[in-house]
Structures are given as structure tokens and as C-alpha cells.
């Protein structure tokens, strides 16, 4: 089992729904959770951290969930520009620093 | 603009080469990151520096080198022992080594083995 997995669709959505995608992480003690957007063959950007209570930026809402061991993120009003991949990132320092990220699930927003 | 660069943007190199990857930041981070990413698959570590003249190795270090001699700069090295060198190289950087900081990325170097 991967440390951190996405589904990595691709979602084909039309312009003005509502999407949501969960990455699920296996490492317990895992700290902090990130979400990145990546443009094809462009480096990732950072979308938003998780924080524990949930977190939302605009249309944007990221949560964690530590006992299911998941973090999800909801696009509200998806847009064409929201088309891209998006990865997940999962910290941790038990035992050393550890970053891992997830392979990405790819969203298409259609018109 | 204060950011991370890297340079080239595409490298190509013969089988049994070194070559080395640049990556600068003017951001003023004590932390550096290199990661390669491989079509289909997430971000794999390869180094992190925390501060200057020092760093450890990630997840799959075999057959790279780095080395970290100024804050703004940590360029990685791609030997000939590494087996299989074709992918997309990113550098990133962060405020410090702490699990709750973000990290931020440069624009990456394809480098392609012939």
C-alpha cells in the first residue's frame, strides 16, 4: 500500500459544479497536510495547507480527517481554469523529516 | 521578484555523463528540497538541506550528490550511477526544516539521458 494515494481520475466536470477529492495517507503519526495544483508540465503551487478545524479560500475548502486518515478538498463553482492536477502532500518528523506526496488527481472543468 | 529559479530548463545528456542542476532562491530560506517526478507518479525526495553545509539524504539519493556551500543555492548533481535519470527535477525551498511549513517550488529542468 502507498504511503499517500489519490485516485488520480481523471473528473470531467462542467463549469459551475461542485467537486471534491480525498487523499489518503497511512502514517498515523503524519503532521501537517498540503494541497498543490499542478499545470501540466508546470511545478506544483501551493493551493492551501489543512489545518485540523478545515480551512477554506474562496471557493476552496480543505479538511483532515485524522481517524479515517484522509484529508479532502471541495471546489465549489469549478471554472475552466480550475483544470489541472492536484496533489497532495503529507509531512511528518517521526524518526526524521519525511515529505510525501501523492500522484495527483487530474480534474477537467468542461464548458 | 523574490522566487526560486532553476536552470536549464531542459537538459539532455549522453549515457555514463554527470551533470548538474541549478537551483537558486533569493527568498531568504534556510531549507532546500530536490525532487523528481516520473509521468503518473507524485513528487519523490531525493535531498533536503535544513542550513547551509548540511543535508540528508531523502528517499531515493542513489546516485545523486548535492552540496549546499551558500544559503541560496543547492545544486544537485546527477551521476552516471544513477540508473535511470530521465525525469522532471524540482527544487523547492521552505522558511525552515519544520513538518508545517510550506513548501515552494522552482519551475523544474526536464532532463532527458540519450
Known amino acids: 500500500r502507498k504511503e499517500v494515494e489519490q485516485d488520480p481520475g481523471p473528473f470531467n466536470v462542467p463549469e459551475g459544479a461542485t467537486v471534491a477529492f480525498n487523499c489518503t495517507y497511512s502514517n498515523s503519526a503524519s503532521q501537517s497536510f498540503f494541497w498543490y495544483r499542478q499545470d501540466c508540465r508546470k511545478e506544483p503551487k501551493l493551493l492551501m495547507s489543512v489545518y485540523s478545524s478545515g480551512n477554506e479560500d474562496g471557493r476552496f475548502t480543505a479538511q483532515l480527517n485524522r481517524a479515517s486518515q484522509y484529508i479532502s478538498l471541495l471546489i465549489r463553482d469549478s471554472k475552466l481554469s480550475d483544470s489541472a492536477t492536484y496533489l497532495c502532500a503529507v509531512n511528518t518528523n517521526t524518526g526524521g523529516f519525511k515529505t510525501i506526496f501523492g500522484a495527483g488527481t487530474r480534474l477537467f472543468v468542461k464548458a | 521578484d523574490g522566487g526560486i529559479t532553476q536552470s536549464p530548463k531542459y537538459l539532455f545528456r549522453k549515457e555514463g555523463q554527470n551533470v548538474t542542476l541549478s537551483c537558486e532562491q533569493n527568498?531568504?530560506?534556510?531549507?532546500m528540497y530536490w525532487y523528481r517526478q516520473d509521468p503518473g507518479q507524485g513528487l519523490r525526495l531525493i535531498y533536503y538541506s535544513q542550513i547551509v553545509n548540511d543535508f540528508q539524504k531523502g528517499d531515493i539519493a542513489e546516485g545523486y550528490s548535492v552540496s549546499r556551500e551558500k544559503k541560496e543555492s543547492f545544486p544537485l548533481t546527477v551521476t552516471s550511477a544513477q540508473k535511470n535519470p530521465t525525469a522532471f527535477y524540482l527544487c523547492?525551498?521552505?522558511?525552515?526544516?519544520?513538518?508545517?511549513?510550506?513548501?515552494?517550488f522552482g519551475p523544474g529542468t526536464r532532463l532527458t539521458v540519450l
Open positions: 523547492a525551498s521552505s522558511i525552515r526544516l519544520a513538518v508545517n511549513n510550506e513548501q515552494f
Open positions: 527568498l531568504n530560506h534556510d531549507a
